[in-house]
């Protein structure tokens, strides 16, 4: 494997990083929290016009004809300025769901309307009181030529702003079933959810809503959630790489600039000792990360990698997250100074990842020596 970025890939991150730092301010960040939803629908065209919202979709349908390395590279870039756009909801649950698995008439009906921004979709996996995405409550039953769908999902990304949502269900045979579902249609009910980073989250109640026979995704569908959840997991993984890697230059900036005694605070032993402990730490999820993304850009299974990139995220990104703050001292927690957004987002993708010792219970189960 090599993790050395292509020339094209590295303007990628660019590209996305000057977009979002020329419109991500926090002031700017301030007056869209006091709205409704924390999401700016003149970046999210800015995206489309920079043709980066089809960065991982087909050529055919207007993309760029990338694959799941570039989008984790926008999913970085979107941790690094915790940008107020559903790029995970849209581009990776719901986009690279249909470009992967939709037929032709699907993925025409969809995604050429996210590649020019006037479509954002979402996927609904989990559930109350559940654990096993492969498993749903939700049912689908036939209803003449389509399916009804009942149920609920929890914690849905972007579902409020969301056009379209690609919605789990088990069929009366114990298969599972991947359906494209109108977010406005009649029985679904979607009432926001606080969240711990103030990103746009709903429940989503499902009382007879009716989804056309065009409109369920073909295949083998616990094989089709388990690759989706996957894929998922990773994509968080990135948007937490990207959060501790600026939660950790801001504590470094500081601690150059604060001076305590006569000399700057990042100049004291026990300072250094956290801060380089915080290093090592954003390199683990880093490097775990791009391993598991690599395997998915090359259409292999990330199994193992994956859970090992999801306990660094979650348990390591909590620790850079907790220092960036605690060598600030008591402006690491006001709401005026840009850190706390960062400390919350890494929080949000601790919490949205899982227990960590759960992670590593799952991983000494599955483990085999050689077993690759």
Not at 194 to 222: C, F, I, M, Q, Y
Not at 267 to 273: L, N, P, R, Y
Not at 286 to 313: D, H, N, S, Y
Request: with cysteine; glycine share 10%.
């Amino acid at each position: 494997m090599d993790f050395t970025f292509t020339e094209e890939q590295e303007t990628i991150a660019k590209v996305a990083r000057q977009l979002f730092e020329h419109r991500v301010t926090p002031e700017h960040l301030t007056q869209l929290e006091a709205g409704d939803a924390r999401y700016d629908a003149a970046l999210w065209r800015e995206l489309a016009s920079a043709d980066l919202l089809g960065i991982a979709l087909p050529e055919k349908l207007g993309g760029s004809g990338h694959g799941f390395v570039e989008l984790a590279l926008l999913l970085a870039e979107v941790g690094w300025s915790v940008a107020p756009v559903p790029v995970f909801a849209t581009l990776l649950l719901g986009a690279d769901t249909i470009a992967r698995y939709g037929d032709d008439g699907q993925q025409q009906r969809y995604l050429p309307d996210v590649v020019n921004g006037s479509r954002l979709l979402t996927a609904g996996l989990t559930e109350p009181g559940r654990s096993d995405p492969t498993d749903p409550a939700t049912t689908a039953q036939r209803d003449g030529g389509g399916w009804r769908l009942d149920g609920a999902k929890e914690l849905v990304p972007a579902a409020q702003v969301a056009d379209t949502m690609v919605i789990t269900a088990t069929l009366d045979d114990g298969d599972v079933g991947l359906f494209v579902l109108d977010a406005n249609a009649d029985g679904v009910d979607i009432r926001p959810a606080a969240t711990t980073n103030g990103e746009p989250h709903a429940d989503v109640s499902l009382d007879g809503a009716v989804v056309s026979g065009e409109d369920r995704l073909p295949g083998n569908g616990k094989e089709m959630v388990e690759s989706l959840y996957a894929r998922s997991l990773v994509g968080l993984c990135a948007i937490q790489l990207g959060v501790t890697e600026r939660a950790l230059r801001i504590a470094a900036s500081y601690t150059t600039e604060r001076e305590q005694f006569g000399r700057p605070i990042g100049s004291f032993q026990a300072v250094q000792q956290r801060m380089a402990d915080a290093f090592i730490d954003v390199e683990a999820i880093r490097w775990t990360m791009w391993q598991a993304a690599w395997l998915l850009g090359q259409g292999r299974p990330p199994g193992r990698e994956a859970g090992i990139a999801k306990f660094w995220a979650a348990e390591a990104g909590a620790r850079v997250a907790a220092t960036a703050q605690q060598v600030h001292g008591g402006i690491g927690i006001d709401t005026t100074y840009p850190l706390f957004r960062y400390f919350l987002w890494a929080k949000h993708n601790e919490l949205t990842l899982g227990s960590a010792s759960a992670q590593l219970a799952r991983l000494g189960v599955v483990y085999a020596e050689g077993d690759r």
